[in-house]
């Protein structure tokens, strides 16, 4: 059986991201609070299974710098991995959206492979990551999350079976998602703009 959430996807929505050391967090808070950020929704842990095809093309399609690329990922929220949802995300240029392909259901399977929809079958899970996430907001509606307390490893073969996490702690991970109007000089973080992805750092961690 499958879940179905076909014609179901987020708007494109602009995205970016600031690796912010441990040491300069205290920092990136006198900023957040200058800025009129303020906590939005209560924090929560948030858990992802990667996929990737055999040629590993989400991996390398993200180190080269490809403008339009894709990865698949499962995603669930502290431990309540039944409610856990299939994504897709999709970036091209500067801007990023989600959709929700068919999935089978949690109660149906044993193994993460065994997840995947059809259209996804040509895909296996490549690497689970975890970390919590703070998420924030301003009177325009610009978001801000935090991502902390990063953990990667390899997939087991079954999806009870608890992962052997590495933890990484190099970086929190600084997201703004925006719209047209915003205009980004406005946050001042204090720390540059850089590439980083935690699904390549993760298998370069595991790997």
């Known amino acids: 059986m499958e879940m179905s959430t076909e014609n179901q996807a987020d708007n494109w929505r602009f995205e970016k991201k600031y690796p912010v050391a441990l040491s300069n967090m205290q920092n990136f808070f006198k900023v957040l609070h200058d800025s009129a950020f303020y906590p939005a ?27 339009k690329r894709s990865k698949v990922r499962f995603r669930w929220y502290d431990k309540d991995l039944v409610n856990g949802h299939m994504e897709i995300k999709i970036k091209h240029e500067d801007v990023n959206r989600k959709e929700y392909p068919n999935f089978n259901l949690l109660s149906s399977v044993n193994t993460w492979k065994e997840l995947l929809g059809e259209e996804q079958k040509h895909c296996y899970p490549t690497l689970i990551n975890q970390y919590k996430r703070e998420y924030f907001q301003d009177f325009m509606g610009n978001r801000l999350t935090i991502d902390s307390h990063l953990k990667f490893a390899q997939p087991t073969t079954l999806i009870e079976t608890k992962p052997n996490f590495i933890n990484y702690n190099e970086f929190n991970i600084i997201e703004i998602k925006y719209n047209t109007n915003t205009n980004l000089s406005d946050f001042k973080i204090p720390t540059p703009l850089l590439k980083f992805s935690k699904y390549v750092t993760g298998i370069k961690h595991v790997y």
């Open 41 to 67: 929704y209560p924090s929560r842990i948030i858990n992802n299974c990667y996929y990737d095809n055999t040629k590993w093309d989400s991996f390398y399609d993200n180190v080269n710098g490809l403008s």
